[in-house]
Nanobody, 117 residues
Framework: QVQLVESGGGLVQPGGSLRLSCAAS????????MAWYRQAPGKQRELVAK???????NYADSVKGRFNISRDNAKNTVYLQMNDLTPEDTAVYSC???????????WGQGTQVTVSS
């Protein structure tokens, strides 16, 4: 079965950095578009960043210039490097995999990121 396992969340001070990882198994990782979503309390889930099999990337306007998504197909892992964090980045961050057809979608369990002094 497909599993997406996130790691790297935690508590960080404003201005700090974190790197999230999402290790995938049970799917042909290299042909999936991978994405990071987040959901803050009382808010809808939003797309943070995504990376296609061809390594094209897209970012939410709120994180452009601060976050970087990357993938290592040899390790079946997608990363989210988050810099210059603010309290508004506090959320549960979830990894998502979507097939080229869009027919198959998978989610990780999420990892909490809290930005606070």
């Amino acid at each position: 079965q497909v599993q997406l396992v996130e790691s790297g969340g935690g508590l960080v001070q404003p201005g700090g950095s974190l790197r999230l990882s999402c290790a995938a198994s049970g799917l042909s990782f290299s042909i999936y578009t991978m994405a990071w979503y987040r959901q803050a309390p009382g808010k809808q889930r939003e797309l943070v960043a995504k990376i296609t099999p061809g390594r094209r990337t897209n970012y939410a306007d709120s994180v452009k210039g601060r976050f970087n998504i990357s993938r290592d197909n040899a390790k079946n892992t997608v990363y989210l490097q988050m810099n210059d964090l603010t309290p508004e980045d506090t959320a549960v961050y979830s990894c998502n995999a979507i097939s080229q057809s869009g027919m198959y979608k998978y989610w990780g369990q999420g990892t909490q990121v809290t930005v606070s002094s």
